[in-house]
């Protein structure tokens, strides 16, 4: 069974600028999470989408924002991007969501660069 | 929102030592996850913890869910180079999941 794939793996773009990184889960799993990775911050949280529907989201600005389609594929978006968002973006996918039977596998993620 | 207290941040150790590293909290989580990332990759689920009290091996992996979960630990026994890496502690409950800042691992052969 294939793992979580995430496109691109690398990307660089400049301030003020807008990104789309993508998230393919493992077949079968409908929940798509979304975490930024930074060494001051760590792993937080960014959103959660299930059946084509964001459940729950964390602490992030609106300039963060994401979509899942009818395959589970889920997009996350950026604009107007900032120095601070350069990170690694890591999507999870797990059967429904969080809790017991429901373990969260990870991509190898999107390391995302702005100039 | 608060991450989890990881400790420690770093350690390095010789091979064949084992390995304790352990995560708290402030707030109870239903969950309790350990994963492992290696540079370049994302984190790949070693251990997941469901109920309080429980004690969980894989492999030469061991970890228990804290009785007042508000922490857990995570043990590795006869550690081998291949051990290096990252290791995260996960907490989570209903619709919040908080990560601990990770111990990183060294292992000299």
């Known amino acids: 069974k294939a793992g979580v794939t995430q496109t691109p793996r690398y990307l660089i773009k400049t301030r003020g600028q807008q990104v789309t990184l993508s998230c393919s889960p493992i077949?079968?799993?409908?929940?798509v999470s979304w975490y930024q990775q930074t060494p001051g911050q760590g792993l937080q949280f960014l959103f959660e989408?299930?059946?084509?529907?964001q459940r729950n989201k964390g602490n992030f600005p609106g300039r963060f924002s994401g979509r899942q389609f009818s395959n589970s594929r889920s997009e996350m978006n950026v604009s107007t991007l900032e120095l601070g968002d350069s990170a690694l973006y890591l999507c999870?996918?797990?059967?429904?969501?969080w809790g017991a039977g429901n373990e969260q596998f990870f991509g190898p993620g999107t390391r995302l660069t702005v100039l | 929102g608060q991450q989890l207290n990881q400790s420690p941040q770093s350690m390095f150790i010789q091979e064949g030592e084992d390995v304790s590293m352990n995560c708290t909290s402030s707030s109870i989580f239903n969950t309790w996850l350990w994963y492992k990332q290696d540079p370049g990759e994302g984190p790949v689920l070693l251990i997941a913890?469901?109920?309080?009290?429980e004690l969980t091996s894989n492999g030469r992996l061991t970890a228990q869910f804290g009785i007042t979960r508000k922490d857990s630990f995570l043990n590795i026994s006869a550690s081998i180079p291949s051990d290096v890496g990252i290791y995260f502690c996960?907490?989570?409950?209903?619709?919040?999941?908080?990560f601990g800042a990770g111990t990183r691992l060294t292992v000299k052969p």
């Open positions: 913890l469901y109920k309080a009290g």
């Open positions: 999870a996918s797990s059967l429904a969501g």
């Open positions: 996960a907490g989570q409950r209903n619709n919040d999941m908080r």
């Open positions: 077949s079968g799993h409908r929940s």
């Open positions: 989408y299930f059946s084509e529907t």
